[in-house]
């Protein structure tokens, strides 16, 4: 084999070059002027460019643009069409917006929005400004933005160390990096604080008070860094694609692949854009993952918060979010690590050293053949202590009565049974109440015991003195079996119970997918999708399907509100082929989760789910399952026959 031989990209590298050209054709052009802190005339550029392509005679208009108060900025609107803003009042508060539905309607070649990471006013129908633009986009109109590089979510916690501002507004690195063209604004520091001294940058009166904060030269060094290294990474990443869209042959990278170990921590989220980081600097795919173990049913509501956030910032980031159930993280982590060709794995520096050994250290020892990096998270604030968990008076009152029933029965019976046999008598109620009550109960089930059959059945009676110290020994060995019983127990109802869930669901989708293919209808398919996904969640549910060039609700279950609103969320998702509604970015505030129902190459309808505690039901596992009970029916709806 020859060495071009060796260098020439894969067959299936071209086939996702040319799939991606093709969307591409249909979508709009993203421009981002990009700068290292405001002031350096990102919205200028922007608006002196849209006045030049306004003069070649293309459609050009104004979406939103902030001009801080700038003469010299405002006076490049003239001229423009200026689409009007939204406003919409918020306790109290007037919100000017850009109205998106307005441009939409406009259809203009080119639309300008600046501050792509605007958070935008509660109500609207996206959280964030960027996913305002991506609709533009995906409607192929071509938007010019702005954005700094503080911005731009992998890089937050490094902002924050390197200026102590933290910033809230972000937008995800995989978003940015799909932009067609990047102009970086640059200024040297010297010149952008003059002009903050002058106020050309924010008011006078807050100038000062910028600088002492935020625009110290030693800051605005750093960031200008690194706005220079991201868009010459851009532009190192277009000249790859370039290379493998014109066969050019390589050398291509070998594959990396890179895991990042979730937990329920203050630092996840740091930890999540660290591997990131890494995996765009490799230019690997990256996985996140988060083992479920016994434990996580005693997640505070702030842990459950922490985990949540962490995981959609790996969605949002580009990761791959993975949810498996296990009892020992480390060695889970280590399985599908193996199992997957994972070249890399990223956890959390170990915060203390014991002698019990940490859980970087079990996966280290686990997988010698995958490299791992070592992140040490830095929080704001005091990370809060382990709160003891809440005991519950009753099982305690229970352990204690079936120990004192148990003690009765081995008391009355004494002479037949004999010492080895009431011992295996009084270990009974601590078996069962491992088994039903869990650890602590169980514990003190034992304990209980001890001192009643030290009391009744040894010498001398009725006392807690111990005659012969191999009983005392006894009794130790008695608890720490008890001790190891009640772990094994509680483990084992815990698998019971994941084992009972996964059996469930995945009989439950086994019949569905079964089912499915013997349906000769549209309707069958709808009221089986209904039935099954009932069997699994309880939930309220209605299917939309379009019928001549309108949503309609075709299928649904009697409690499932429809009304206006929510076939307008409807009809936006199946425009759209995006997810809305409650538990997402867009329009949050919905009384439903709204998932499309996508084939390949198809949107066949849309699919509602309500729950009661969406919290809890809307985890990364259960998307999962939502999401390929839409994918079932819509592949048979479309070997049925349906249209879109």
């Not at 639309?111 to 633009?133: F, G, I």
């Not at 050293?353 to 992140?375: C, E, H, N, W």
């Not at 999401?627 to 592949?635: C, F, K, M, P, V």
């Amino acid at each position: 084999m020859t060495d071009t031989e060796e260098n020439r990209p894969e067959p299936e590298s071209l086939l996702e070059i040319a799939r991606q050209e093709e969307t591409a054709k249909k979508r709009g052009k993203l421009t981002v002027y990009f700068g290292a802190a405001p002031g350096v005339g990102k919205t200028y550029s922007m608006l002196s460019d849209a006045r030049v392509r306004k003069k070649e005679g293309i459609d050009v208009v104004v979406g939103y643009a902030e001009t801080h108060g700038r003469a010299e900025t405002e006076s490049l609107l003239e001229g423009l069409e200026i689409i009007p803003l939204r406003v919409t009042e918020y306790k109290g508060v007037r919100l000017s917006e850009m109205d998106l539905d307005a441009v939409l309607a406009r259809r203009p070649k080119i639309v300008l929005v600046d501050e792509l990471a605007h958070t935008n006013a509660p109500n609207s129908r996206h959280s964030k400004r960027y996913q305002d633009v991506e609709e533009l986009l995906n409607a192929g109109i071509d938007v010019y933005s702005t954005l700094n590089v503080q911005h731009l979510e992998s890089l937050n916690d490094i902002v924050f160390r390197i200026t102590g501002v933290r910033v809230s507004e972000t937008i995800p690195d995989t978003f940015f990096q799909l932009a067609d063209e990047i102009k970086l604004v640059d200024l040297p520091f010297e010149e952008l604080l003059k002009r903050l001294k002058e106020g050309k940058v924010y008011a006078k009166d807050m100038a000062e008070n910028a600088v002492k904060r935020f625009f110290k030269p030693g800051n605005l060094l750093a960031l200008r860094e690194m706005s220079l290294r991201l868009v010459a990474g851009n532009v190192d990443e277009k000249m790859l694609q370039y290379m493998r869209a014109h066969a050019i042959a390589g050398p291509w990278s070998a594959t990396e692949r890179v895991l990042v170990g979730v937990l329920a921590s203050p630092y996840a989220e740091q930890l999540v854009r660290s591997a990131f980081r890494i995996a765009s600097e490799l230019n690997a795919e990256w996985i996140a993952i988060y083992v479920e173990t016994a434990k996580h049913a005693q997640l505070s509501e702030k842990e459950q918060e922490w985990l949540k956030n962490a995981l959609d910032l790996a969605e949002k980031l580009g990761g791959h979010v993975v949810w498996i159930k296990g009892d020992d993280v480390a060695e889970e982590i280590a399985r599908y690590a193996q199992s997957h060709n994972v070249t890399k794995i990223v956890m959390g520096k170990p915060r203390r050293f014991g002698l019990y050994p940490s859980l970087a250290r079990k996966i280290m020892v686990r997988t010698r053949d995958i490299d791992i990096f070592l992140f040490a998270g830095k929080s704001e604030q005091p990370v809060p202590s382990k709160k003891i968990g809440i005991i519950k008076p009753l099982n305690y009152i229970i352990s204690a009565l079936a120990v004192i029933l148990g003690s009765l029965f081995g008391f009355l019976f004494s002479k037949i049974l004999g010492e080895i046999n009431l011992l295996f008598l009084m270990l009974l109620p601590v078996v069962i109440i491992a088994i039903f009550l869990g650890r602590g109960p169980s514990i003190f089930a034992a304990i209980l015991s001890v001192l009643i059959f030290d009391f009744l059945f040894i010498p001398p009676y009725f006392t807690f003195a111990v005659s012969d110290v191999r009983y005392f020994l006894s009794y130790l060995m008695f608890i720490a079996f008890a001790f190891v019983i009640s772990n094994l127990a509680s483990n084992l109802q815990y698998k019971v119970q994941q084992l009972q869930q996964s059996e469930s669901r995945t009989t439950t989708l086994y019949e569905l997918s079964q089912n499915l293919v013997t349906t000769r209808s549209i309707e069958q398919v709808l009221h089986l999708m209904i039935r099954h996904t009932r069997q699994i969640f309880p939930c309220e549910m209605a299917i939309f399907l379009p019928e001549n060039g309108q949503v309609s609700v075709r299928a649904s279950t009697d409690g499932f509100q429809v009304n206006p609103k929510e076939l307008g969320i409807a009809t936006w998702v199946l425009n759209n082929g995006e997810p809305a509604g409650m538990g997402t970015d867009t329009l949050p505030e919905a009384w439903a989760y709204y998932l499309p129902m996508k084939t390949t190459e198809t949107l066949k309808g849309v699919v509602g789910f309500h729950f009661d505690n969406p919290r809890q039901v809307l985890t990364p596992e259960n998307k999962i399952v939502f999401d390929t009970i839409a994918r079932l029916g819509a592949l048979a709806i479309e070997r049925i026959g349906g249209k879109e």
